[in-house]
């Protein structure tokens, strides 16, 4: 700084402090949707400052452009749901018999999310009611929770066909509208059923033996993982495992609710 700044600099802070006394006052506070910035006059992106409250961060997770747009800017449930039943994002929206958006508490402090819709649910345009739905009931069931407690939903609100994994680009489509409820609901912590929920919200390419038992960070909601209902129907030896996950799951529940 040249010697002219400085003085320049100690006439306004004088010229303040006549105005005001010795403690000159702060701006006001950015508004929210303003960006902070680093020690290098960076911007922030929302996302990822921490100093912004999970609905935030997730919110500047959609894109901003159309249609997304529109649904970053929706502030009901039932606004999003009817998004997400009109906009053909994708082929699969095409050809679904109903969509699958959600159900349960629009403010639970839970929400479990599957990977996608099977035949039972496209058929019903609800999540998790079939024989894994059933399934899910009952390991909800004792851990104290109902359907009416917390809300389920899916990565995807269209049913792929036989039941195959979603592909990248129908997750890219849909994702958002997730981004949306989790925002909107705003859940003390998430439990991801199946490896293709806990990989895809996490951003991770990892194995569930790897993501079980551990919390993990999702802009600051906790998530945790277990394996699908479906696959215990599968394989009934992992159903142990299962009920040591939601045990823990109903312990870090209670602790974030207490």
């Known amino acids: 700084m040249t010697p002219d700044a400085l003085q320049t600099l100690r006439e306004a802070l004088r010229h303040e402090r ?16 303003m960006p902070n910035y680093d020690l290098f006059g960076n911007a922030v992106d929302p996302a990822e400052d921490p100093s912004r409250p999970p609905s935030e961060r997730i919110t500047a997770l959609i894109p901003d452009t159309p ?3 529109e649904l970053a800017a929706l ?49 019903e ?11 899910l ?17 899916n990565i995807l609100k269209s049913r792929p066909p036989r039941n195959r994994d979603p592909e990248a680009e129908e997750v890219e489509a849909h994702i958002p509208i997730l981004y949306k409820q989790i925002a ?24 569930l033996s790897s993501l079980r038992g551990d919390e993990h960070d999702f802009y600051g909601i906790p998530v945790m993982a277990t394996y699908h ?19 823990l799951l109903r312990t870090r529940y209670d602790e974030l609710t207490s």
């Open 18 to 33: 006549r105005l005001f006394g010795r403690f000159v006052p702060l701006p006001d506070a950015p508004d929210a949707a």
């Open 67 to 69: 249609p997304y747009d």
């Open 75 to 123: 502030d009901t449930l039932s606004e999003v749901e009817a998004f997400a039943a009109n906009q053909m994002l994708i082929e699969l929206d095409e050809t679904r018999e109903n969509p699958v958006f959600g159900v349960g508490d629009p403010e639970a402090n839970l929400v479990v999310i599957g990977e996608a819709p099977g035949r039972d649910e496209d058929k």
């Open 125 to 135: 345009g609800e999540p998790f009611v079939g024989r894994s739905g059933q399934l």
């Open 137 to 153: 009931d009952k390991i909800l069931e004792a851990i104290n929770f109902s359907r009416q407690d917390i809300y389920i939903t």
């Open 184 to 207: 909107l609901i705003q859940p003390k912590i998430m439990l991801c059923v199946g490896k293709v929920a806990a990989n895809t919200l996490l951003d991770r390419r990892s194995s």
């Open 229 to 247: 209902p479906a696959a215990l129907l599968r394989n009934p030896n992992w159903k142990r495992p299962t009920w040591e996950d939601v045990q």
